[in-house]
């Protein structure tokens, strides 16, 4: 699948940007827009973003002055097809979608039902991937996350939770009795063999990830409609309800106790190659006595796998968007497909900060709100202090570091910023 926006009115005209997988594109007149237009005074700095990710378009305006249209009608968030025009400031694009030349497209069927598949969920594979395509219906999947079916060998007890990439539950393994966690995901369109094998691929890479504060992957499975993870089952509760079950912030000796140890699972994945892309309140499992969490890190690999080199779904995922935006860096924003290491020292910033203070780094901050993404892009954290004046200083340079715009004025590294929380864990 092929995605191409063209300018087709405006100071930009008849410029092309073309998109073959999964990727963002924004507008607006700031200088670090994909397609600045710095001139016309009526955009906003970040105005608007595209998402491609195979087979679905979405727009969102970023909460712009004077927002944005979609043939001739304002728009928040939705999905754009073939030949919709897009409006802002004195812009106009046009966006043109080339699905390849397979033409057995029409012939896919839901494998739970049977139901044919619309155009648009199978409009996803390059002329070249001939290797056979799996959809799965709406009602289907809303079936099978009701009823799930455990890999053979195991036995479901109950749901531990869930989020946008799949509900997790616990489980024993019949032959052992050990207790494991088990994170069933469901693709949301239709995918080629050869993309669900390199999913399996990257996440046997995983099992190399052996640390005390990483959740261990174990196995993954795949069925007709779900891809399988087992992880090591870590009992206990996650960030977000650690605080909203003591009715209270972290302490900062708490608070810097789950930060090193948060970092030092980071230095062990990036001295290896891994970037976490996805750290959160939720992602952080933790087990142990209030004054001495023992913290692991789930989801590793997930985001990536899963959402952005599998085909699935990415940023505009529904239900998980809510979640994360609030602790996702600038540089993933603008260019996710190549999120680094500073990205996850941004996250674990964000993430201390919100156990902190139970509020996210910035004034009147909504991730629901469509000036979310633009709020991250252009507007300086508030000091922790502001919120926690009790904290010291030294403390709220260290957090004021992690969560600079620009990566190369963040902590070198994840043991660097480790070394700095050393001090205030009491």
């Known amino acids: ?77 939705v999905q754009i097809r073939n030949g919709d025009l897009i409006s802002a400031g004195a812009s106009q694009f046009r966006l043109e979608i080339d699905a390849g030349s397979r033409t057995d497209m029409g012939l896919i069927l839901c494998v739970g039902c049977g139901a044919e598949a619309p155009k648009m969920d199978t409009a996803i594979l390059a002329e070249d991937d001939s290797t056979p395509v799996q959809w799965i219906c709406g009602e289907c999947i809303r079936r099978k996350r009701q009823f799930p079916e455990p890999p053979a060998g195991y036995l479901i007890d109950r749901k531990l939770g869930g989020g946008g990439m799949g509900e997790v539950y616990l489980a024993r393994e019949i ?25 399996r691929r990257e996440m046997e890479i995983l099992k190399q990830l052996k640390h005390t504060n990483i959740v261990e992957f174990l196995d993954v499975y795949e069925t007709a409609y779900t ?3 087992i992880m090591e089952y870590v009992p206990g509760t ?46 952080l499992l933790i087990s142990g006595a209030d004054t001495r969490p023992i913290v692991k890190l789930s989801d590793f690999g997930l985001a990536k796998n899963f959402r952005d080199n599998a085909g699935f779904s990415g940023l505009t995922m ?37 156990l902190l203070s139970g509020q996210y780094p910035f ?64």
Not at 175 to 199: E, Q
Not at 250 to 270: K, N, P, Y
Not at 381 to 406: C, N, S, T, W, Y
């Open 318 to 354: 529904q239900g998980d968007i809510g979640g994360s935006i609030g602790f996702l860096s600038p540089d993933h924003i603008r260019n996710f497909t190549k999120v680094k290491e500073p990205a996850d020292i941004y996250s674990v910033a964000a993430t201390l900060y919100f």
């Open 227 to 229: 891809f399988q993870i």
């Open 1 to 77: 699948m092929r995605v191409n926006l063209t300018v087709t009115s405006g100071p930009q005209l008849g410029q092309h940007y073309h998109f073959d997988q999964h990727d963002t594109f924004i507008f607006g007149r700031s200088s670090t827009a994909d397609c600045p237009v710095p001139n016309d005074g009526y955009l906003s700095r970040h105005h608007f973003m595209v998402e491609v990710n195979p087979p679905v378009c979405m727009i969102r305006d970023l909460g712009s002055r004077n927002g944005t249209k979609v043939n001739g009608q304002r728009v928040g968030c």
């Open 175 to 199: 032959a052992t009795n050990r207790l494991v966690a088990i994170k069933m995901m469901i693709p949301t369109s239709a995918s080629s063999s050869r993309v669900r094998d390199y999913f």
């Open 363 to 426: 004034l009147n901050f909504d991730p629901a709100n469509a000036k979310s993404y633009a709020i991250i892009l252009e507007n300086p954290a508030m000091p922790i202090r502001a919120r926690r004046p009790d904290l010291p200083e030294a403390f709220d340079k260290v957090l004021r570091k992690g969560l600079e715009k620009q990566a190369s004025d963040r902590w070198h590294s994840a043991r660097e910023m480790a070394m700095a929380l050393e001090p205030f864990i009491g």
């Open 238 to 283: 996650n960030g977000y309800e650690m605080i909203s079950k003591l009715g209270r912030p972290l302490a900062l000796s708490e608070a810097a106790q789950i930060g090193v140890q948060v970092l030092s699972a980071l230095s062990h994945a990036h001295h290896r190659g891994f970037v976490h892309r996805d750290i959160k309140p939720s992602n």
